[in-house]
């Protein structure tokens, strides 16, 4: 059976850990795959002119591992124990990857059935992230020297996609948030489904077939708010 894969993106703390969580609660067949897990070693993180630790870039993830892992549910879910006809299977399998770095990691480009990403302005942005303990801690100044000019810079390398992200406003309640998401996917997986099954027979997402699937590595997002903005040459 072919998955729907779900895209949740966005700021740092924006919340999208806890909608994807939400959403795996209220969704039968539903896998959640954190791009958090897949970080390298603190020993292979490089560090900037200022001292600080490179984390907030794709090189400091293991994508590889990552991409492996998605292939292997991909390919799971399209053979599932005990049914030999997809059609009979009441529920579409889903996975969420949800990360801060996913929309410009160009393998992941044609697997979206439907993306998201969270926004936040910069001083809740900031109030947030000083209430969250990380491992290494963030050294003064790391948020505005590091963590915010990051994201405004991978932000902006979004611009030129061409595919449907839907935006979301991370200030709103949690309540919220999973109420708008899950409503926009019941109507979305609807479609979909009926879709599927007109076809002959389900189809692995054509991602899962791109010759650049486990090797390409590319740059990330960047938001460019009014206040915030940065140049970068």
Known sequence: MKTF?????????????TLAKNLQKHFPNCSVI??????????????????????????????????????????????????????????????????????????????????????IPYEECKRRRSTRVYQPPDPPGYFDGHVWPMYLKHRQEMEGITWEIVYLDGTKSEEDLFSQVYEDLRQELAKQKSSWQSQPGGVLSKACFNPQFRTELVGRPSDLSADYSLSFS
């Open 5 to 17: 894969v779900i895209g949740i993106s966005g700021v740092t703390n924006g919340g999208k850990t």
């Open 34 to 119: 954190s791009q958090d897990d897949f970080f390298k070693p603190e020993s292979e993180i490089e560090t900037d002119e200022n001292g600080f630790l490179q984390y907030d870039v794709l090189e400091a993830l293991n994508m590889e591992k990552m991409m492996s892992t998605i292939s292997c549910l991909l390919e799971s879910s399209r053979h599932p124990q005990g049914s030999t006809d997809w059609r009979s299977t009441e529920e579409v399998p889903i996975l969420i990857i949800e990360g801060f770095l996913l929309f410009n990691y160009k393998p992941l480009d044609t697997m979206w059935n439907r993306s998201y990403f969270l926004t």
